[in-house]
């Protein structure tokens, strides 16, 4: 009997030349290239300068978690712990945003001073 369902292929891109243009897919090969672009994709993101708006979203997390917590877990009024949750509120998101400043620049210092380490290795040569 002949198998109904064809087997799904990858369109074919390549031009009347003969070459091929493929973009990367999204998905790696290997364990090695996954790690690869995992890495890349975390200095990525430590690259980017901290942002008030990262504070006030990681601030609501934290305050939505600690209500929760103290509601339900805890059994607090839903009163008392909406009012505990705002004020932590309005103490997280200074507080995260000048620790991610302070840790963003201790990161940038450390890079900046290992290229000029690099650099004047390669002036010594």
Known sequence: MAQTKR???RKHRGT????????????????????AQARRQ???KRETPPSWQGAIKRALIMSVLL????AVVVGEPV????ALATAMLVVYVPAGYYL?????NRR????????EEQRQLRNRR
Do not use: D, V
Not at 108 to 115: C, G, I, V, Y
């Open 108 to 115: 940038r210092a450390a890079a900046q001073k290992e290229r």
């Open 67 to 70: 209500f929760a917590i103290m």
């Open 42 to 44: 975390a200095g990525q």
């Open 16 to 35: 009347q030349g003969g070459s091929i243009n493929r973009r990367s897919t999204g998905r790696p090969r290997t364990r090695e290239e996954a790690r």
């Open 100 to 104: 991610e400043r302070f840790l963003y």
């Open 79 to 82: 009163g008392s712990s909406a």
């Open 7 to 9: 087997k799904r292929q």
